[in-house]
C-alpha cells in the first residue's frame, strides 16, 4: 500500500465522496429528472379492502381540463402486459407449490387492499391529473374483508384469491420434528413464548418515483425509477411483465433517497408509467405521496410466533421449536414468500448450538399491502424469537443471561446448524465479552438501585445476534426456489490517462459505494481516490447485475470488483512487459508502479494504460489494446456476521415514558473498507431496530383501513427519541469472499428490538411487553409492576 | 394564472402559477430549484426546510403566491463564492448524511437553530430542536454531532 493510497485505501474513515452534491442540493433523484412534454400520472386507489369492480366510469373525468389519458385494467389486458410477479417458489410441506394469485398492475375485476391500484389518470399537471382522478366513477360491490392472520384461515373467511383456500399461501417447515419433539420431551425446563412481531412501514425519506419516456423512433422506452437493482426490475418488466424486450428498455435509478428493501420489489406504478408512456405518446411521471406510501410500499414484519426453547438439566439448550404465522397482504410482492422461510427458519440457531430445530411458517392472505423484505428480512424476526426465549429461559432457570449465552455459545468453525446453514467463522464469547464490557454489565446492581431510590425502574437487555448475509451462492438459493441467481458484476474501465471508471451491479442508496469501492480500487492501483469514478443504476451503462440488500454489496458487489482488478493487474503487466523488453513473469505490481524485478526500470499505471491504448510497443496478434476488463462473483456461501448489543433503559412509572441510558453493540462485521460507513450503517440500523421495539406499528381496522397512514399517525423515531450509541467491532474475517467481508447493512436493526424489550421487562419484571412498548402500554405494566413490588 | 415574484438565493425571480401551487413546487417545478425535497403531506419531516426571510419554514405547507415579496434561500444558496456554508461542512465531516435525502431540510435547520439557540449546542437542545426533521438513515447520532461542530463553526 503507497503512502498516497493508504490515508485513503481499505480500512481508512474517508469522507465520502458523494456528499457534495447532497450537501449542496444537487443530488438527482427521481423526482427530480423531468422530461419535455411529460404528463403527470395519479393513481385511483380503492378505498375498500375487499370489493369486485362492477364498473368504471370515467366519461366525466375523460373532459376535466389537462386530462390526457385514464387507463384501467381493462386497457392494460387489451395490451397484454402481464401481472407482477413473486421470484421465489416454496413448496408446502405436503409438496404442493405455493398458491400465488394474479397481481396485475391495474386491478382486474377486483380490489384486495385499500390502496389497491384501479386505474391511472394522466394530465398535463398533477393538480388536474389529482382533480380528474376525484371524478372517476368506480362502482364497487364491498366484500367483507379479512386483516388478522387467525380469522384469515378459518373456515368461512372471505376469499381473497380463488387458488389460495383458507387465504394460505403454503404451510412450509424446516428441521428435523421427530429429533426436536425428542428433544423437548427428554427437557428439563420448556421455556414457551407468543410473540407477535409487528408490521412495519419501511418508510425511506424519498418515496417511490417513476418517469416512463418511449422513443418511437427506435421503439425504446426509458424508466426512471427509484430502485435498489434497476437491472432486476429490467429483467421482470421485461422478461416476466412484457412491457418492452431487454434491448428495447434502459432503467436508470439514480439518487435514490434511502430504501431499506422497499425498492426492491418491482411494483405497478413503475410498470403503468413504462407503458403508458407509449400508450399517451408523452413521458409519464408518478411520485408518490407519503400516504399512498404507506398504503402502497411492502411493509415489513407482521408475524405471529408460539416459540418453545427446551433445556436439559445442565442449562443447555436442546432442543427448539417455532410454529408462525406470517402476514404476506393481498398479493405476493417480488420476494415476499422467502422472507419468513428461508431468510427466517434458518436462522432460527441463533449464536447458539442447538443439536435440534424445527420451525413450521403459514404464510396467509389478508386484505392489507403486500409484506416483503424490509431492513434484515426474517433475520430480525427469527432473532427476535432466539434471543426473546434466551432471555426468558435464563430468567427462568435462574442463571445469568449473559452466562446462559455463553455456555451455548457455538465455539468451533465451521458449525453445520440442523437448519441448513454452514457458519464459517465467528468469536461469539469475545463480542459479548467486549459488550459487556461497554455497557458496564458487573455494575447494572447498583445502577438499578440507585434508579429505584428516585422511583425509577431500570433494565438491562442483551441481544446476541447473528444473520446470513452478502446474498447469496446462486446454485444454493436456485435449490430453495429463488427465480434468479445472486451473484454480482463488476466492469474495470481504465482510460488512456489512467483514470478508473468502475461500474457496478450494486446500486447506492445511502450506503456510499461511491467512497468504499473507490478505496477499494485506489488501494489496489495504487492511484489517488479522485481518479477512480463508480457508475452504477444505469442498465445502459453497466451490462447485468443483481443490486444491493441483504447487505450483499461489500462481500458480493467488491468481490466481483477484485476479481475484475485482478484481470486488469495481469493484462497491465503484459503491456508493461512489452513497453520495457521483459516477460509480464518478471513485471511487479506495487504502489502504482510496474517494475522489471529486480532492475530500477519501472512505469507507473498511468504511463502502462496509456500504452494499452496507444499499442505501439506491441502488436494486435501479441496483445489485444486497451485496458478493460469484468468479472461476475458467485459467492460459495453466506456470510454470517454477529454481535452482541445491550441496551440499558430506565423507566418512569408515572409517565411510562423509557428512557434509553446506554447502547452499547460489539460487531463482527470480518474485515472493513470504510469504518466510519460502517459505523453510519450501525446507527441507522439500531435506529430501525429500536423504532420497532418502542415506536413504529402499522393499525389496519376490522375493515381493513390502515389508521397509520402518515407521519402524524404513525410514529417514526425522532432525534429526541434516540439515544447516542456506543459502537465497536470485533472482527474474523469472512473466509469465503477475497475480502473477508461479511456486511453491515442489516445487522443494527436485527440485534435492536430484543436488546430493548429484554431491558424493558427486566425493568418491569414481566416478559409480556408488545413491540411497540409505548409510553401508554409500558406505564400501564409498570403500575402492575409497582402493585406486584408493594405486594411483596 | 396569477404572478409572484420574490427573491430566491439573491437573485429576483418571477413566475405565473396557479394560485394553488406551494412554495415548494414553485422552487421546485417552475425554478428548477431541486435541492428541497418533499418527504410528506404533513409538515412532518422537514426534507422541504427553506429559509424565507431569514427564518426556517416548510414548505410544502405554504401558498407561493403568500411569499410575493419574500426573500428565500434553498440549499442551493447557502454556500457562498464557492465556498460551502460551515453548517455543511460539518455534515460531510461527521458522516451526519447517508441517503442524502433529507440532508438539505436537515442542514437549513440547522442553521436555523444556531441563529435562534447560538453556538454553543448541548446534545438534549439539538435532540429536542430536529422534532421537525425525520431522518431514516443515520438514527441521528451523526446529525447531532454534526449540528453541534457546525454551530460552533459558523461562529468562527
Redesign the interface.
Known sequence: MSATSSATGIGASVRRKEDLRFITGRGQYTDDVNRPGQGYAFFVRSPHAHANIRKIDSTAAAKMPGVLAILTGDDIAADKVGGLICGWMIHSKDGSPMKAGAHPALAQGKVRYVGDHVAVVIAESLAEARDAAEKVEVDYDVLPAVVDMNAATKKGAPVIHDVADNNTVYNWHLGDKAATDAAFAKAKHVTKLDIVNNRLVPNPMETRAAVGDYEPGTESFTLYTTSQNPHVARLVISAFIGVAPENKLRVIAPDVGGGFGSKIFIYAEEVVCVWAAKKVGRPVKWTADRTEAFLCDAHGRDHLTRAELAIDESGRITGLRVHTLANLGAYLSTFSSSVPTYLYAPLLSGQYDIPAIYAEVDGIYTNTAPVDAYRGAGRPEATYVVERLVEVAARETGVDPAKFRQKNFITKFPHQTPVIMAYDAGNYDASLQKALEMADYKNIGKRKAESERHGKLRGIGISAYIEACGIAPSAAVGSLGAGVGLWESAEVRVNPIGTVEILTGSHSHGQGHETTFAQLVSDRLGIPLDAVSIVHGDTDKVQMGMGTYGSRSGAVGMSAIVKALEKIEAKAKKVAGFCMEASDKDIEFKDGKFTVRGTDKSMDFGAVALQAYIAHKFNGQELEPGLKESAFWDPTNFTFPAGVHICEVEIDPETGITHIERWSAVDDFGNVINPMIVEGQVHGGIAQGIGQAMCENAVYDAKGQLVTASFMDYCMPRADDLPSYQVGMTQTPCPSNPLGIKGCGEAGAIAAPPALINAITDALGTENVPMPATPQAVWRLAQKSITRKAAQ | MPKVSMTVNGKAVSGNV?S?TLLVQFL?ETL???????????S??G?CVVHVNGSAIKSCTTLALSHEGSTVT???G??QDGK?HPM?EA???N?G????????GM?MTAVDIVHRKGNKLD??T???E??G????????????KAVAAGAEAMAK
Request: proline content about 2%.
Open positions: 396557479d394553488r421546485r428548477r430549484l431541486t435541492g428541497t425535497h418533499v418527504g410528506c403531506d404533513t412532518q419531516c426534507c434553498t440549499i442551493e447557502l454556500a460551502l455543511q455534515f460531510r465531516e458522516h448524511l447517508q441517503c442524502g435525502f433529507c440532508t438539505p442542514i446534545e438534549q439539538i435532540r429536542h430536529l422534532e426533521n425525520i431522518c431514516r438513515c443515520t438514527g441521528y447520532h451523526n446529525i447531532v
